[in-house]
């Protein structure tokens, strides 16, 4: 049998706390071993998950470590680009938060270095590998909407009682595009193969340099797209495919299994049916996914030129907004 993979983490995140961790664990073949942090409390934490794990007080000494062979990297936004570099540098495959970069064009010297290391590297979309989206990008190409005129996302939380919380804070990264807009974006792109042509029109609200809540429309070659995210509403998620024919309508499309069950409604002139998935833990897969590509098993579907193109649109909006201000 081929040896588990054997999983380091750079930063004591919350996030990699709750659902990363716990999916390495779950995923087949794979083990967590390393933690990279300063923190002893955020540690001990850990442990609880780990056994015997082997805990460094700087993240060089975790990518130093002979008995890592692949990198979790959850750190703040604007240290990705550096780290999953060094990680690449030091012969591990890395799989990096999104989003990868804080500007398309930063990606570039990451995607150089995982082609000159030979290295699987790729951004932490988990959405890609699970079974509803899959089964949307299918339904989109085989006419299921007939011609597609209209994608219609939203996506919000409200973090306005955590000052603390890094997604509030311009210094690292923070914002509602670079944390969720990246799901509404990617989503649309990834299951229509559609770039879009033009951002039409953007409204942004602002604090401290934050992008907490933004409308977006937005032009693809073959349909019009207008998206709501925010850091500041009640939480809610859906995306609709709206086609002259038909429609899909995802109800649970991001946090499958938290917000609600992955559920899906196919709309027809005459008829409509809704499937479900209750199972299937999206990092679980992503895990498993990231396994198979670094066994060579089979190719990664989610790439770090996809990950240029959703920041790409991000960029674009953000121009077309004037620029973010300063914090």
């Known amino acids: 049998m081929t040896k588990p993979i054997r999983w380091g983490v750079l930063g004591a995140s919350n996030f990699a706390l709750r659902k990363m961790v716990p999916a390495i664990h ?3 073949r794979h083990q967590f071993v390393a933690l990279g942090t300063r923190s002893p409390a955020k540690a001990a934490s850990f442990a609880g998950l780990a056994p015997g794990l082997r805990v460094h007080g700087d993240y060089d000494a975790l990518l130093a470590d002979p008995d890592v062979d692949a990198v979790y990297i959850p750190l703040p936004h604007t ?13 591990k495959h890395v ?43 299918d339904l989109l190409a085989d006419g299921a909407v007939g011609t597609l005129r209209h ?33 509404s974006y990617g989503s649309t792109r990834w299951v229509t193969g559609m770039e879009p042509e033009e951002i039409t029109h953007v409204e942004i609200d602002w604090e401290d340099g934050c ?53 899906i409604e196919v709309h027809g002139p005459k008829a409509a049916r809704v499937e479900r998935w209750a199972e299937p833990n999206q990092y679980v897969l992503q895990v498993d996914a990231f396994g198979a590509a670094v066994r060579g098993e089979q190719a990664f579907p989610w790439s770090l030129e996809d ?5 790409a649109m991000i960029d674009a909006v953000y121009a077309k907004a004037g620029g973010r201000p300063a914090g």
Not at 154 to 178: C, E, K, Q, W
Request: proline share 5%; net charge negative; hydrophobic share 45%.
């Open 26 to 28: 779950l995923a087949h």
């Open 79 to 91: 240290l990705h680009i550096e780290w999953a570099i060094k990680a690449l540098r030091a012969g």
């Open 95 to 137: 799989l990096v938060e999104k989003p990868v970069a804080m500007h398309a064009d930063e990606i570039a010297p990451l995607i150089a270095a995982r082609d000159e290391t030979g290295l699987i590297c790729a951004e932490a979309y988990m959405i890609v590998h699970h079974p509803q989206w899959q089964r949307v990008r």
């Open 151 to 183: 994608v219609e996302g939203v996506f919000t939380y409200n973090n306005a009682d955590d000052p603390g919380n890094i997604r509030n804070s311009a210094a690292t990264g923070g914002g509602a595009l670079p944390d969720i807009g990246v799901y």
């Open 211 to 263: 992008d907490v809540l933004a409308r977006v429309s937005a032009r693809f070659p073959a349909f019009t797209a207008h998206f709501v995210n925010s850091m500041r509403l009640l939480p809610e998620q859906f995306v609709v495919f709206h086609g002259d024919t038909g429609l899909i309508r995802m109800t649970c499309p991001f946090n499958a299994g938290t917000f609600d069950i992955a559920r």
């Open 307 to 311: 990950a240029r193109g959703t920041q």
